[in-house]
């Protein structure tokens, strides 16, 4: 592929022969061989919707609108395994451990922002026009808790649905091995 031509689409830069994007707000950049450098612990979660995003994806701007994950396109056959594998770890870590919880999604560059009246709510530039917000409301009284996740309008011309809900699983899969690392989730 001619990756110098498809920089600007992604948000990326093409610099000493790599095509660079940030990911979580690290480095994360592929050359013509198809050869990867990055700064952060990838797995295949990461690397294939990333990969996906810079060859595949539309380069359509941010909006202020924010859905659901069963809102996106083909979202719903889908929804059932996101909730399952994305926002039900999520859940637990910061059920098992909220200090822990606040403290990652800080580690992966979360910007605080209001919504929903959730006490937790960062935004994270999984990619730099996918963007995510983690919503969270801790149990209270005669509430359960919970924890949703919101695209960005953006993500259906930018990522296809799979390559979504492959993202959320690496970012949730990343956040269970630190809080099994810190001690607070058992492996």
Not at 87 to 109: G, H, M, R, S, T
């Amino acid at each position: 592929m001619d990756l110098p031509s498809l920089a600007g689409k992604p948000g990326g830069k093409f610099r000493n022969g790599r095509l660079t994007v940030k990911v979580l707000g690290k480095y994360f950049s592929v050359a013509p061989d198809g050869t990867l450098s990055v700064e952060i612990h990838t797995n295949p979660w990461i690397s294939v919707p990333v990969l996906t995003y810079i060859t595949e994806g539309a380069g359509k701007d941010i909006t202020g609108r924010w859905l659901t994950f069963r809102e996106l396109k083909d979202g719903s056959a889908w929804a059932g395994l996101f909730r399952q594998r994305c926002e039900k770890p999520l859940k637990q870590i910061a059920d098992n451990d909220y200090d822990l919880f606040v403290d990652l999604l800080d580690v992966f560059n979360g910007r605080p922002t209001e919504h929903l009246d959730a006490d937790i709510a960062r935004i994270f530039y999984v990619l730099p026009k996918v963007p995510i917000m983690i919503c969270y409301w801790p149990a209270e009284e005669d509430f359960k808790s919970n924890l949703n996740i919101y695209f960005n309008e953006a993500a259906n011309e930018n990522l296809n649905i799979g390559s979504i809900n492959a993202l959320g699983s690496g970012l949730a899969r990343m956040f269970e091995k630190l809080a099994v690392k810190h001690g607070t989730r058992s492996p």
